[in-house]
């Protein structure tokens, strides 16, 4: 990847949103235009009724119903990728084609292939890439960081965790279309925990595990299991249930001198019990999670710090994902949503 600052010397990155959708409503939308050095100025949604009422409400002078024609806009300096992931990789190298860059929602793409065009697209422009894995910057995420670091469990030993709940029940959204999403729930909800170990441990390795539909209506899978390697040594589990009647989020990280257990999706304390005692930490998620991601990204735009989040560490979370299920859909090199019929692991009627 380039090194930071893109738009070193300059005060101000101007922003444009591609798929002014519910995920820019709260969560990442309004940290384009509260982060420090940060503009939004353009929107775009296909509907342009749609897309018009997000900038009147949200007090963005343009919008546009064509995101080629935001991407050209000369007051548009970066773009952010807020549609499903069945189109991240094809707004993102128009992005790079205009020398523009990018922070496109995850996960990545729909799969490793696309990461691998995005990544090269970019690096032959000389542009930076991220990715909107914005746990990677949250205080409590990052106080779990610090407490490993310090010692506070001893030497690291385990990694469990443990995701249920009732997304079955949901019926056939898009983001059980393995033809939009790349996969079912997994790709959109496992990647969280999985990019956020690549971060706190370091890239995983020895990834393998299986996937199976066991109660769903629809086609993708509904149960992951994986195990892996952490470059400190520790063997680390991971299961995924999304036809649970319950619902559990827990992750443990275990040590010779203590644990640390914490909730990837519930603005949950931070536990940390060794030796000392039971400590809790309460750190509230930001009322807009992704922006102090975004803050970070713009950070780096101009020259004032580096973005932990880019194509490349995105690239391997989704790359552990296809590993994983890979047996699901008899390989994943390929359109494996173009041939249903021959996925291995799909339950048949």
Same mark, same amino acid.
């Given at each position: 990847m380039p090194v930071s600052g893109h738009f070193a010397g300059r005060?101000?990155?101007?922003?444009?949103?591609?798929?002014?959708?519910?995920?820019?409503?709260?969560?990442?939308?309004?940290?384009?235009?509260?982060?420090?050095?940060?503009?939004?100025?353009?929107?775009?949604?296909?509907?342009g009724a749609l897309a018009a009422d997000y900038a009147r409400r949200h007090g963005v002078p343009r919008w546009y119903d064509d995101a080629r024609a935001l991407i050209a806009d000369p007051a548009v300096d970066a773009v952010y990728v807020a549609t499903p992931p069945d189109s991240h990789a094809d707004y993102a190298l128009a992005c790079a084609a205009a020398g523009k860059p990018a922070y496109v929602e995850k996960p990545m793409a729909r799969h490793g292939p696309e990461c691998d065009r995005m990544v090269e697209a970019f690096r032959k422009a000389g542009l930076p890439l991220f990715v909107a894995y914005y746990r990677r910057r949250l205080p409590c995420f990052l106080k779990v960081g610090e407490l490993l670091g310090s010692g506070a469990v001893g030497r690291l030993s385990g990694v469990t965790y443990r995701l249920c709940n009732p997304q079955h029940l949901k019926g056939n959204v898009w983001r059980t279309d393995p033809a939009v999403a790349g996969a079912g729930h997994f790709?959109?909800?496992?990647?969280?925990?999985?990019?956020?170990?690549?971060?706190?441990?370091?890239?995983?390795?020895?990834?393998?595990?299986? %996937?199976?539909?066991?109660? =769903? &209506?629809?086609?993708?899978? +509904?149960?992951?299991?994986?195990?892996?390697? /952490?470059?400190?040594?520790?063997?680390?589990?991971?299961?995924?249930?999304?036809?649970?009647?319950?619902?559990?989020?827990?992750?443990?990280?275990?040590?010779?001198?203590?644990?640390?257990?914490?909730?990837?999706?519930?603005?949950?304390?931070? %536990?940390?019990?060794?030796? =000392? &005692?039971?400590?809790?930490? +309460?750190?509230?998620?930001?009322?807009?999670? /992704?922006?102090?991601?975004?803050?970070?990204?713009?950070?780096?735009?101009?020259?004032?710090?580096?973005?932990?989040?880019?194509?490349?560490?995105?690239?391997?979370?989704?790359?552990?994902?296809?590993?994983?299920?890979?047996g699901y859909y008899g390989g994943r090199s390929d359109a494996f949503w173009e041939r249903p019929d021959s996925w291995p692991g799909r339950r048949r009627a």
């Open positions: 005060s101000t990155v101007r922003w444009g949103i591609i798929g002014c959708g519910d995920v820019t409503e709260v969560k990442s939308g309004p940290g384009f235009r509260l982060a420090s050095g940060s503009q939004l100025v353009a929107v775009m949604r296909r509907n790709l959109d909800v496992g990647s969280h925990a999985l990019d956020l170990l690549d971060y706190l441990l370091g890239p995983l390795e020895d990834v393998s595990g299986t %996937a199976a539909d066991v109660a =769903s &209506g629809y086609a993708v899978e +509904d149960n992951v299991a994986l195990s892996f390697r /952490a470059a400190c040594g520790a063997l680390g589990s991971m299961s995924w249930n999304f036809a649970a009647a319950q619902s559990d989020d827990t992750m443990r990280l275990t040590g010779t001198g203590g644990e640390i257990t914490f909730s990837m999706f519930t603005s949950k304390p931070v %536990a940390l019990e060794n030796g =000392s &005692g039971l400590q809790l930490f +309460d750190l509230p998620y930001p009322p807009h999670v /992704a922006q102090p991601m975004i803050q970070s990204v713009v950070d780096d735009l101009l020259g004032r710090g580096t973005c932990p989040s880019t194509g490349e560490s995105a690239r391997r979370t989704s790359r552990a994902m296809d590993r994983v299920l890979e």
